[in-house]
């Protein structure tokens, strides 16, 4: 499964401005594409929303090879019920960690050397204060799980995942599609996973000739398919085929074709210009403000 790749997280996002200020001031990540849409996604990338939305993808390089974060924005919605079934992005960064402290940006020190922080939305964020060789510092993506075993042969045996790590006293697994890429972690919870109105996505890519092979896999395993494979386009740019899974939690994830998708997502020297002017353009909590209404929850 060495073709695969770790992609992108999933955030709904209320307050764009103060989410922009956090990735690119406290995370250091650059803009690397803005886009607008008039109507909702066929494969629900901003969630179960019609209306306008826009999409900004942010990270420390690349798309080719760094695992990045996709900020959608539901122009009206201000915020979204947290649940428990996001736990954490851990990222090394000693930068990261000096920019949130010169910001005044709240640091819960956890253990030594990593820091809790939360972006704006709840969403959490866990930075190691040293530095790595890799170009990448997105070290793992944390994601509730309410059976272990199960959750842990869903990700390993069917979607092909290595397994790096397993505690099973920890209830906890390290997964990922090749060493030099973000991982994926498995931490086992008592309960059920909520994902409430802020749930996320993690995408991946892999060649386009196995997202039907992928998709028939999932029928015969009698697996949950939120979207079957469907075409998506940016106006301008490469069309994208998806099929979007739900693992046994309900954890959504995107197979995209990779070689559209690295078309797709080429770095836009103007993406934050186009963010900085759709959010001077966004008049959304004014007009909120002056009828004394707040925006929707999600």
């Known amino acids: 499964m060495a073709a695969r790749r770790a992609l992108h997280f999933v955030f709904k996002v209320g307050n764009r401005s103060q989410t922009a200020r956090f990735f690119r001031d406290v995370l250091g990540m650059k803009v690397l594409r803005h886009e607008e849409f008039e109507e909702g996604c066929k494969a629900t990338c901003n969630g179960p929303y019609d209306g306008k939305w826009s999409k900004t993808m942010v990270g420390f390089g690349p798309e080719d090879d760094h695992f990045v974060a996709e900020l959608t924005y ?3 919605i201000g915020d979204y019920k947290l649940g428990n079934d996001f736990m954490g992005i851990t990222i090394a960064s000693s930068q990261a960690v000096s920019n949130a402290r010169k910001l005044q940006w709240p640091l819960n020190e956890v253990e030594e050397g990593v820091f809790e922080t939360k972006a ?3 969403y959490k964020f866990y930075l190691q204060n040293r530095n790595l060789p ?5 070290l793992k993506v944390t994601l509730a799980v309410s059976d272990f075993q199960k959750s842990l042969n869903y990700w390993s045996n069917l979607l092909g995942m290595k397994i790096y790590e397993q505690d099973e006293e920890k209830q906890r697994a390290l997964l990922g599609y090749a060493d030099n890429q973000c991982k994926l972690e498995l931490q086992g919870i008592k309960g059920a996973v909520d994902h409430a109105a802020a749930f996320g996505r993690i995408a991946f890519s892999c060649p386009q000739k196995e997202l039907p092979d992928l998709e028939d896999l999932m ?3 009698k697996q949950k398919i939120l979207t079957p494979l469907v075409s998506l386009d940016t106006p301008g740019k490469a069309t ?3 099929v979007i ?3 046994p939690d309900g954890h959504e994830i995107c197979f995209v074709g990779d070689e559209a998708f690295r078309e797709l ?3 836009d020297p103007e993406g934050n210009k186009l963010l900085d002017d759709a959010m001077a353009a966004d008049k959304s909590d004014e007009w909120f403000a002056t009828r ?3 925006k929707a929850s999600g």
């Open 240 to 242: 994208v085929h998806v």
């Open 265 to 267: 997502s080429k770095m």
């Open 245 to 247: 899974l739900a693992d």
């Open 219 to 221: 029928k015969r395993e």
């Open 292 to 294: 004394k209404q707040p």
């Open 74 to 76: 539901n122009y009206g």
């Open 120 to 122: 704006p939305g709840g």
């Open 134 to 138: 890799q170009s990448d510092p997105v």
